[in-house]
């Protein structure tokens, strides 16, 4: 069986993808922090976590086919340009890395329809976007440009009002 690598396991995208993947591969998680679990906390699945794992122990530790990279910060709540640039430009970039060294098979990015100047987050993704393609020769990799996603389990800012 195959294992993937979700890195921002425990936002809505990432918990989603897992649930709907958990029966047909082994699945690893990524999170910032493994204070706000709760999408998750049910699922069988071993957790990092950047607050208290160094990254590369994910790899040592076991064997990453796939790695379906989620994790941003939109900015939404604050974040400075700092923060918004480690997390949506100089992380992914570790994780490719990692990737590319462990000879990982695909590396899916999570990505956004807007314009770079819209906002400092669609300026990173941007910005890590143009590496993925500097790097296509050496792994596969599928970039998926997402517009707005939604349903049950969605934060409370999701622009979506459910009645």
Same mark, same amino acid.
Do not use: Q, V
């Given at each position: 069986m195959k294992?993937?690598?979700?890195?921002?396991?425990?936002?809505?995208?990432?918990s989603s993808l897992a649930k709907d993947l958990i029966n047909d591969f082994v699945i690893i998680g990524l999170e910032r922090s493994r204070s706000n679990n709760f999408r998750i906390k049910n699922l069988d699945v071993?957790? *990092?976590s950047m607050e208290f794992?160094?990254?590369e122990s994910i790899f040592t530790e076991q064997r990453i086919d796939i790695i379906i990279h989620t994790a941003t910060i939109y900015g939404k709540t604050g974040?400075?340009?700092g923060e918004i640039t480690k997390s949506n430009l100089i992380f992914p970039l570790q994780i490719l890395d990692l990737a590319i060294s462990n000879k990982c098979s695909l590396f899916v990015n999570t990505d956004t329809i807007?314009?770079?100047?819209?906002?400092? *987050?669609?300026l990173t993704k941007r910005h890590f976007q143009e590496w993925l393609y500097a790097r296509r020769n050496e792994i596969k990799i599928v970039n998926m440009r997402l517009e707005h996603f939604y349903g049950p389990g969605a934060g409370s800012q999701n622009f979506v009002i459910q009645m």
């Open positions: 294992t993937i690598l979700i890195t921002g396991i425990n936002g809505f995208l990432g071993k957790l *990092y794992d160094n990254p974040e400075d340009t807007l314009n770079r100047f819209t906002s400092y *987050y669609a």
